[in-house]
Structure formats: C-alpha cells, structure tokens
C-alpha cells in the first residue's frame, strides 16, 4: 500500500518551513516531490542517511521543504555535487531533484557524464518543458512549435528526451511517467531507488503559469488531462515512426539493466593500490 | 466498489489548498467536489472507494484518506 | 609518515605531499598545463591511502565535487590553470558563502584566454580575489619555492578547516614544475587543523548560527544532524531568508570571521627591513629574483629590504604598515601588468613612493629586471 499522506507530512515535511510551498496553484511539482517522498519511504532508508541535492529552478527549491540532509546548489550543478558526496562517502544514499533546464541544458554535460559512470545516483527531473523559476523562457525540452518568452514565434529547436538521452549516454535504469500517472511515477522512483547504479526518472509535470498559459493548454486539470491523453506506455510503442511518437509522451521503463557501479569499481581501485 | 465493512474519510487541509481542481476532477467515483467558494469538498464520501488519488495527486500534500474498518 | 630526507621534488609534487600531510582524502579535476601533475600524482597516491580521485568532465563539475565531498565530510582539493580557473568562479562564490572549507591550487599560465599556456606569469591575482561575482571573503596564499609550497598547501587546509572557506593557493609555472629539495616534515611536526564538529545534540544544531570565533561546526552529511545547504542567503538554520537582520547578521559574520584571523592569516617574510628605505615587495617565483635583487644592492651598502608575501589576500598590508615612519620607497616586483602593485598604492595613501618591476609577457622577472627600476629609485 502507498504511504498515506499522515505518514509523509509527519515524517518527511519540515516541521519548521512554512507551508504552502511556493509552488504556483496546480503546478505538477509538489505531486513528483510527494511521489519521490513516498517511494523513499517504502526503500527503509533512515533520514540521516538520505542527501536530497538539487540545482537552481522551481523543482530545485524542492530540497527545503523536507527533512533530509539537504543541498540546494547552483544552476545546472547537482550532479556535480552529488558526484563529490557519492564518492566520499558511498554509504549515503543520493539522490538529485532537478527540472529540464537544469539536468538537460546548463547541467546537460554533467548529466551525460554521470550516466556514463554509472554512479548510484538517483536523479528525478521534473520536466515541465519549459524554465519556470525565471517566467517561461525555452527549455532545451520545449517541444517544436510552442512558445516561450523567448520564442514567442514558437520554438524552432528539437526537444531532448532526457529519458532515452540517459540511457544511451550509459544510465542503467532510466523511467518516464507524469504527474497524472501519480502511482505509475512512485513506482518508477522506488524502481530507480533501488537499482544499483544511476538511474534517472523523468515526471512529465504541468507548469500551468509560466508554460501552459502562453501555449493555451487551458487551467492545470486541462493540462494533466492532456497528459493522461498523450501517453502512450512504451510497450506499445513498437512499430511506431519517430513522427508518430513526436507528440506523446512515451511512459515506462526505457532503460534497465545492470552494469558495474562507479564506488564499487573504485573500491576495487583502492584495494588493489593498497595492496601494491 | 466500495467495501461494505470499511469506512473513509478525506480530509482536505484548506489552508494549503491552492483550489487547482485536480484532486475533483479525477476522483474516479465523484466522491470530491468542487464547492462554490473553489475548495474541494468530499460530499458524497460514501462513493469513496479509497483509491487515494486525490491524495497522490494534490500537489499541495493537502489531502489525507484515512481509511478503518467499521465495528460491528 | 616517515620522515623522508632530502627528496627532489617538483612544485606540483610538493602540492600533492603537502595536501596528503594535511589529510585531503578527495580529489576531483581536470586536466590543464602547468597543473596536471598534481592530478596524476594524486590519482596514484589518493587511492593507495583509502582516499577518492575523481577526474570530472570539466572545472565547474571538479569543484563541485569537492564541494560536494567537503560536505560529506572529506578534506578535498582540485588543482587547474587559468582557463579552468576562470570555468570555476561560479562555485567558489557558492563555497564562500555555503561556508564549505576546499582547497583550490591555481597553477598559473599566461595571458587571458589559452593564452601562453606553458609560460609562467602571475596573471590571476585578481581573479583569485574578485573573480566570483558578489562581495564576499577570501583567502589566497602563494609560494616562491617547493618547500614553501608544501607548507602553504598544509596551510590552505588548515585555513579552509578552521575558517570554513575554500582557500586559493595560487601558484605560477615557475614554481609549479620546478624541481628543489624539500623535507617533508614527519607526522606531527608541522600542525593540521580540522573542522571542528558540532558537539550539542542534533535539534540544537545551528548550521550557520554565530559562535565565539565565528565559525560555526560543521556537521558532515550523514552524521546525523541532518540540515539545509543552500547558496541562496540563509538563516542560522541554513534556509532562506531575506529579512534584512538575518541578511547582515549572516553576511556580516561571513567577512567578521575571516578579518577576526587577519593576524593569522596574513603571512609575510621579511629579510633587511629594519633599516630599509627602500622595500621590494614580491611573491612566488619574482620574489625568487627579488630577494637577489636585494642581496646584491645590499652588498653594494644600499638600504634595501624585501617583503615577500605568503598571502596574497586578504592583503597583508598590516605588514607594510610597520615601515610607515622608516620606509620611503616600495617597489612591487611580479609578472603582471601591476595587480598587487595597484593594491600597494592604495594602500600607500600617499605614505610611500610606489614604484613597479614588471614582467607582464609570460617572461621571467629577473633580478636585473628589478635592479634596474630599484638603482634608479635609490640613487
Ligand atoms: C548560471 C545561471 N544561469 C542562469 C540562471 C537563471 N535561472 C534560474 S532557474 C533557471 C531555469 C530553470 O529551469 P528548470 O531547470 O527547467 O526548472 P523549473 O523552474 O522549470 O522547475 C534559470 C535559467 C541561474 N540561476 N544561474
Ligand atoms: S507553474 Fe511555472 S512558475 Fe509556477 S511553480 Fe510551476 S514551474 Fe514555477
Ligand atoms: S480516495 Fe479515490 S475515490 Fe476516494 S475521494 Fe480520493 S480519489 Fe475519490
Ligand atoms: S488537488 Fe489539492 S490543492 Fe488542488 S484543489 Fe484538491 S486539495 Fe486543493
Ligand atoms: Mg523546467
């Protein structure tokens, strides 16, 4: 059974940050926060033992708000730092939240190579297509077509897919799944959680003020309707064109597999330095 | 469908509400409306099913299903 | 440690030894002339000794981990040059203000952009002060030999630990890759300063609260005082705040527990200053020149001393001010178009004549360079 919301109010929220969060009314943030914390629940993990990292954006304000050991660091760098705490200290459980803007443009070579070393990191982006924390600018995942403030004429760029971008860059497990599909992205988190490696689960979210507004996608129930419609779970994506799938979001489990992890193989190193 | 022995309730904090209209609009048995002040309101809780979506899709962590059995 | 007689080691070797006497466990950079070795040395020796060598995908990633792995408790360092020193900037700010002790050797290479990547100059002093964006604090040491290397990197750790602050050891090529004898001291000879940790139970523990020095304990993650890191201006939990007597208190006591350690922070050497009328002030490899300088107008009976700067920043200008009465004449002697010269004469306010040795084209300032302009101020 999921953890009841008592569970995570009592146990994962500050106590002592206020609430409501800032987060605009209705937009998918808190329900991949609250998806994240109920997933972390069901691992077993102590809170001490939890390092919630995160960038600079809305989603990256998301460490403040619960009771781990929290790093809010600079745009684009949570990876980076959550490398450096990893490596120091395996026995920690690390995980990144992160948006689009941050994992996949400033923070996008960061991301690559983190996948590339399979280090068991656990990195949840919110992907709402767009930059949110400084009004709606184009985010390297805004689809073709759409508008931000600063493609006002609609974005001519291609869209990432952080997903499969993570998988061929080396992310032994990498997820999709929305806000909508609430239960469906808790279990890809635990999945991620605790697979060895990193992994990478990427929340389609809804960000109704500064995206769904400019590009008349209507209030925030219209918006996560939109991502009920568009999905499409990846098992019955066979067949389809790039073309066809352009425009859903493919849900599921794009990645899972099992590679040597980056502290293992160094504890490796170390023992056989030592021994030499 | 609902279980005969079990009762719910769902508590919705106003405080943190921001009134989206999600938790609403996809209760799958219309348990939760939307009242005419814009806050939801669990009206009809005996077509609560305790499927708790409403609680895992609040972005606001302002809903609690709790759910017990009924003494005979 | 054994006590190991008389090695010859090259400047970045002394890097490595001094950061590993003083007990760096952590390691991430990438590669860049004149540092490299301090990479590669580290990458065998860090493992051998239970520590962590990371090589990251460029100089911001490399610093951040060592942020990283500084918060998770580890004595960490990275090592670069100017081109990787400036990709850097953003996160020695964030340091700062995070109050997350790192150690960060800049092996300079001249000029801006790629540059002369294999020639010496002392380009970057100003970069090491204000290259973060924001007024903040810092501390940046140099050295002018492979000894005094080992012992300034021993140093930057201990400041970094004992005044929560990333500290800059800004070295030059010269330094960097020369080779000279050196002792390493054996345990226990020379001081290594850590952290100090938070002793009151977990609920008590003020991440950022004022103390008697300053400086708060730091409580490593995963130590079980769980709290918030941020770069955004913080409470003395660690959130956010931008109530204006939380923003002068924090951002007060970030500069009030640096300039409380001035006296010792500030390093300087001094040779024939007592009856000086004339004082070359240097550093790193031009000091090397200008203590010949001075030995062979000495030896001519003129009244010349030297000042050779350990610290760079905070500027050790308590140092020049004890010749306020004695002194007529300061020449600046670097490899620079004049950065610590201009700080020299703002610090002069007039009190002395300030005059400059220069060697600002990824040449050597030699020590006819420098007799030259001091001849002409002494005649
Ligand atoms: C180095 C740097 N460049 C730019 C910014 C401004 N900035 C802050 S958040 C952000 C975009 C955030 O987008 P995303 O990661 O998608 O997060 P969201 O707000 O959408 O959740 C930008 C450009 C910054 N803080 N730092
Ligand atoms: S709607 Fe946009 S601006 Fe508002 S919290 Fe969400 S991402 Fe940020
Ligand atoms: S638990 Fe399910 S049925 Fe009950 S109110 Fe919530 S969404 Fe509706
Ligand atoms: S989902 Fe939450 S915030 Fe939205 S209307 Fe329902 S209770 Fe209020
Ligand atoms: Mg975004």
Redesign the pocket.
């Known amino acids: 059974m999921t953890t009841p919301n008592r569970i995570i109010l009592d146990k994962y929220l500050r106590h002592n940050k206020k609430f409501p969060h800032i987060w605009c009314p209705g937009c998918g943030?808190g329900i991949v926060l609250a998806a994240l914390l109920r997933a972390i629940d069901r691992t077993g993990w102590t809170k001490d033992e939890i390092v919630l990292v995160s960038g600079?954006?809305?989603?990256?304000r998301a460490p403040v708000y619960v009771d781990f050991n929290t790093l809010h660091t600079?745009?684009g760098r949570a990876l980076p730092f959550a490398t450096g705490i990893k490596a120091a200290r395996p026995p920690l459980k690390v995980i990144v939240f992160?948006?689009?803007?941050?994992c996949a443009a400033?923070g996008g070579n960061h991301l690559i190579h983190a996948c590339r070393r399979n280090i068991d990191i656990t990195t949840v982006v919110?992907n709402?297509y767009?930059?949110?924390?400084?009004g709606g600018q184009q985010?390297p995942t805004t689809p073709e077509g759409m508008k931000a403030t600063t493609a006002t004429r609609g974005v001519i760029d291609q869209p990432f897919h952080i997903a499969e971008l993570a998988a061929s860059a080396g992310a032994t497990f990498a997820a999709r799944s929305t806000t909508y599909h609430a239960k469906e992205l808790e279990s890809f988190i635990l999945k991620g959680l605790e697979h060895k490696g990193f992994s990478l689960v990427e929340a389609i979210s809804q960000?109704p003020v500064c995206f769904g507004r400019r590009n008349g996608m209507g209030d925030p129930v219209e918006m996560v309707k939109r991502e009920k419609e568009l999905a499409i779970p990846i098992s019955k994506t066979a067949g389809m064109t790039f073309e066809e799938k352009k425009d859903k979001i493919v849900t599921g489990i794009i990645e899972e597999r099992e590679a040597q992890e980056w502290t293992d193989l160094y504890a490796g190193v170390k023992k056989t330095a030592g021994e030499e | 469908m609902a279980k005969a022995n079990v009762k719910r309730k769902v508590v919705i904090y106003r405080d943190w509400c921001k009134q989206c209209g999600i938790c609403s609009t996809f209760c799958p048995t219309g348990c939760i409306v939307k009242e005419e002040d814009g806050y939801p309101f669990p009206r009809y809780i005996e077509k609560c099913i305790g499927c708790r979506l409403c609680e895992l899709r609040c972005p606001e962590f302002a809903i609690t299903v709790e759910e017990w059995e009924k003494s005979k | 440690m054994k006590k190991k007689n008389g090695q010859l080691l090259q400047g970045n070797e002394a890097v490595v030894e001094g950061a590993l006497y003083a007990g760096c466990s952590f390691y991430a950079g990438y590669p860049i002339t004149p540092s490299t070795e301090i990479a590669e040395v580290l990458s065998v020796k860090l493992p051998e000794r239970g520590g962590t060598f990371i090589q990251m995908e460029d100089e911001i990633a490399s610093i951040g981990a060592c942020l990283g792995a500084s918060l998770a408790g580890a004595k960490s360092m990275t090592a670069t040059s100017g081109p990787g020193f400036s990709l850097m900037q953003?996160l020695i700010g964030y340091g700062v203000i995070s109050e997350i002790p790192m150690v960060l050797v800049n092996v300079m290479r001249f000029g801006p952009s790629t540059g002369l990547p294999t020639s010496p100059s002392q380009g970057d002093v100003m970069q090491a002060r204000w290259g973060t964006h924001g007024d903040h604090p810092i501390i940046v040491l140099t050295a002018d030999s492979v000894p005094e290397t080992f012992e300034m990197t021993v140093k930057a750790f201990n400041f970094s630990e004992k005044y929560r602050i990333p500290v800059i050891l800004l070295l030059d090529e010269v330094v960097g890759h020369m080779r000279e004898k050196i002792t390493i001291p054996a345990e226990g000879e020379v001081k290594v300063v850590d952290r100090l940790k938070p002793e009151m139970p977990p609920e008590w523990y003020a991440p950022y609260a004022d103390t008697n020095t300053g400086v708060p304990p730091m409580a490593a993650f995963g130590d079980g005082y769980r709290h918030h890191v941020t770069g955004l201006v913080h409470d003395a939990q660690g959130f956010p705040t931008a109530k204006p007597e939380e923003v002068v208190s924090g951002m007060d006591r970030l500069f009030s527990k640096i300039s409380r350690g001035f006296s010792e922070v500030c390093i300087t050497e001094e040779l024939y200053c007592d009856d000086a009328k004339t004082i070359i002030l240097s550093y790193g490899a031009a000091a090397r020149s200008a203590r010949d300088a001075v030995e062979t107008m000495r030896a001519d009976g003129e009244k010349v001393g030297l000042i050779k700067l350990k610290t760079l920043w905070p500027f050790p200008k308590a140092a020049l001010e004890k010749y306020e009465k004695s002194v007529e004449n300061i020449i600046v002697a670097e490899m620079n178009r004049g950065q610590i010269y201009r700080e020299v004469w703002r610090v002069a306010r007039g009190r002395w004549q300030v005059g400059k040795a220069l060697a600002p084209y990824g040449n050597m300032l030699t020590p006819d360079m420098i007799l030259d302009v001091a001849r002409k101020v002494t005649k």
């Open positions: 943030i600079i954006g809305c989603s990256s600079a745009h992160t948006g689009d803007g941050d400033i919110v709402n767009i930059y949110g924390m400084t985010s960000a | 953003e």
